[in-house]
């Protein structure tokens, strides 16, 4: 049983598209996050949610639009996708008092052309 | 604000060689922890190991080892008679208390280990 699984693994648009990757996790955490890996593999949080609220929101652009329709979900929409929206997005949960390690998917590559 | 530090961008050793990962970190929270993640080349993210700042014990598991020093704010991994498969990237990243579980993470440090 895969715990966080995120799809798609591979996504390739054109530029201004809209697009959505989706999360979900089976591990019973309360907090999900999305990430964004660059291509320097510097790794930084965009968003945190805890039981559907979200808690933290990393001055991400107003494109970049999380959904949570329950705790064991977590979508990330994008709009008007830019050249430089390209880089790898990891989705990861946690349960931050007792086991605060993060527990990733497996990424979703986005190329924007 | 929380900062981790991996001084070493990339690391080459040879197989059997033994080789320790830097991190030290930044915080002002009183509770924190800190954590190893691998990426290895297939791009997953492979959570390693939690310390929290109460605990400075040592942690050894395997070839894998980690030192953990509050005195120097470090937390530094190593390993022992690396193998090829060790060749990743390795992240060091520090949760605290009062940012709801958000984790810092440093650069990274890209292993890699010849044959």
């Known amino acids: 049983d895969t715990a966080v699984s995120q799809t798609p693994k591979y996504l390739v648009t054109q530029m201004g598209n809209d697009k959505s990757i989706k999360c979900e996790q089976n591990?019973?955490?309360?907090?999900m996050y999305w990430y964004k890996q660059d291509s320097k593999k510097f790794l930084k949080i965009m968003f945190s949610?805890?039981?559907?609220?979200?808690?933290i929101n990393e001055t991400v652009p107003n494109r970049f639009s999380p959904k949570s329709p329950d705790k064991a979900h977590l979508n990330l929409h994008i709009n008007s996708l830019e050249l430089g929206d390209s880089a790898v997005y990891f989705c990861a949960s946690s349960h931050p008092d007792s086991a605060p390690e993060a527990f990733f998917g497996q990424g979703t590559r986005l190329t924007v052309v | 604000a929380q900062k981790v530090t991996q001084a070493q961008t990339e690391i080459s050793v040879v197989e059997k060689e033994d080789v320790t990962l830097d991190c030290v970190y930044e915080t002002r929270d009183t509770t924190y922890y800190l954590f190893w993640y691998k990426q290895p080349p297939s791009g997953e993210l492979v959570f390693l190991i939690r310390r929290n700042s109460f605990d400075e014990q040592n942690e050894i598991s395997g070839r894998y080892s980690w030192n953990f020093q509050k005195s120097t704010s470090s937390f530094n991994f190593t390993i022992t008679a690396s193998q090829v498969v060790d060749s990743a990237v390795y992240f060091c990243a520090l949760s605290g208390n009062t940012n709801a579980g958000k984790s810092t993470f440093g650069d990274g440090t890209t292993l890699t280990v010849k044959p």
């Open positions: 591990l019973g955490h309360d907090t």
């Open positions: 949610y805890n039981n559907k609220e979200l808690i």
